[in-house]
């Protein structure tokens, strides 16, 4: 009888990846913002750059991350990825190894409005709530193919 392949945490994208994740996506995500914001005041609206210049400190802190939030959930439902990912060599898999369902992908997005989630990289093998709350695993492309060959070439003995 086969066995199912899983996610091992010698798989799991490390710190440092996950770092140049966050820079890259938040810097992307706020460029996108304010060209949209450009766009929407050449257009003779301002909503969104008056909506985000009139929040106080507390509204700031919890609708914040909402330009990453849209621009992850965008960008990981259309290519299963973000840019940042792309350049760190890192990709987002379920507990098989597989591609997330939708509602995973939807799922990570929201759990991203989480306060204080950017703490929760902080343990050893750097999950987020966004990435245990989905079932989802960013892994090191790297890594997992070649974990995912040697258990397929176990399966074959």
């Not at 966050?22 to 257009?43: H, N, P, Q, R, T």
Request: net charge neutral.
């Amino acid at each position: 009888m086969a066995r199912q392949y899983y996610v091992t945490k010698y798989a799991y994208a490390t710190h440092s990846q996950r770092l140049i994740n966050y820079f890259i996506d938040g810097f992307i995500a706020s460029v996108l913002f304010v060209l949209l914001c450009i766009i929407e005041i050449k257009l003779g609206s301002a909503f969104l750059f008056k909506w985000y210049r009139s929040m106080n400190l507390f509204e700031e802190f919890f609708f914040g991350n909402v330009p990453i939030v849209i621009y992850c959930l965008i960008t990981e439902l259309a290519f299963g990825t973000t840019l940042g990912k792309l350049i760190s060599r890192c990709k987002i898999v379920d507990i098989y190894g597989e591609k997330p369902t939708k509602q995973s992908i939807l799922a990570r997005s929201v759990a991203r409005l989480i306060p204080f989630e950017i703490f929760s990289f902080l343990t050893e093998y750097c999950r987020g709530w966004h990435d245990k709350l989905s079932h989802t695993y960013v892994v090191d492309i790297e890594t997992f193919n070649e974990e995912v060959k040697e258990f397929n070439e176990e399966q074959l003995n």
